[in-house]
């Protein structure tokens, strides 16, 4: 059964890098079959996408926060990540990372670890 | 970019009530879409995609439908459990977008 679990700093500086990592166990992220996400939640806030990447290297990102996000994978590790430059209050959330699947979804997600930038 | 509405924001009803969420991307996706469940500090769960099929684990009391520009869930016999926040994704191409959402309280 494939799981994923969120880690990283619960705490980030304003204009600073936020970076997270996705360890996924039970399945490989070497897999042309789905790509890598992260998605977001601010408190009390609705879902918001980050980006996505495949095992072949193809990124997709958040046209609203594209200049600022870069995800990648460690297929030694089996794991993919994510950083977020200069961050804002406005990027305190819950974040998610999740396998998709073309045309299917996100299915599984990990817990979500909240991130708060503050000073 | 595609947006995602859906309706209503908020719905109560009781138990054993059948209750119906609608999503309406601004444009025709076809068959593309899923429905999340999400409950309080809990990660979305995935309830159904290709607008109609049912994720493995699922009860069947879940349904979707629809297609083009017009979704919707419906929960035909409503259960305690199903209190939560439903949210569709349009899943035909990125970028990916999510609908804003709908509360479910259980009267």
């Known amino acids: 059964q494939l799981q994923l679990q969120e880690s990283g700093p619960g705490l980030a500086k304003p204009s600073e890098t936020l970076s997270l990592t996705c360890t996924v166990s039970g399945g490989s992220i070497g897999t042309s079959d789905y790509y890598w996400s992260w998605i977001r939640q601010p408190p009390g806030k609705d879902l918001e996408w980050i980006g996505s990447m495949y095992y072949s290297g193809n990124t997709y990102h958040n046209p609203s926060l594209k200049s600022r996000v870069t995800i990648s994978l460690d297929t030694s590790k089996n794991q993919f990540s994510l950083r977020l430059t200069s961050v804002t209050a406005a990027d305190t959330a819950v974040y998610y990372c999740?396998?998709?699947?073309?045309?299917?979804?996100?299915?599984?997600w990990g817990q979500g670890t909240l991130v708060t930038v503050s000073s | 970019d595609i947006q995602m509405t859906q309706s209503p924001s908020s719905v109560s009803a009781s138990v054993g009530d059948r209750v119906t969420i609608t999503c309406r991307p601004s444009?025709?996706?076809?068959?593309?879409l899923a429905w999340y469940q999400q409950k309080p500090g809990k990660a979305p769960k995935l309830l159904i995609y290709t607008a109609n099929t049912l994720q493995s684990g699922v009860p069947p009391r879940f349904s979707g439908s629809g297609s083009g520009t017009d979704f919707t869930l419906t929960i035909s016999s409503l259960q305690p459990e199903d209190s939560a926040v439903y949210y569709c994704?349009?899943?035909?191409?990125?970028?990916?977008?999510f609908g804003q959402g709908t509360r479910l309280e259980i009267k």
């Open positions: 444009q025709d996706i076809s068959s593309w």
């Open positions: 994704q349009k899943v035909d191409r990125f970028p990916i977008t």
């Open positions: 999740a396998r998709g699947g073309n045309h299917v979804g996100f299915d599984p």
